[in-house]
């Protein structure tokens, strides 16, 4: 099972890469009081990166509560 969702996170990671090389069109960006201007590969790294980071913070957040409960 760690294998097959190891192959899928670098098959998702291998099609984001040829995605956003391919995709160097801008986009803008509407924040709360900024608007931005970046290149669509950029856009799709960061969000690839964002999730995987939030994905690591709650792998983390568990372990600390599962060990303070045990």
Do not use: C, Q, W, Y
């Not at 294998?3 to 899928?8: R, V």
């Not at 290149?39 to 690591?56: C, K, M, N, R, Y």
């Amino acid at each position: 099972m760690r294998l097959i969702s190891f192959l899928f996170f670098i098959v998702a990671i291998l099609i984001a890469l040829a995605l956003g090389s391919e995709n160097s069109h801008l986009v803008d960006i509407n924040l709360l009081f900024v608007k931005l201007t970046l290149p669509l590969s950029i856009v799709l790294a960061s969000s690839v990166l964002f999730g995987i980071l939030l994905t690591l913070l709650s792998f983390v957040i568990r372990k600390v509560v599962k060990k303070a409960n045990a």
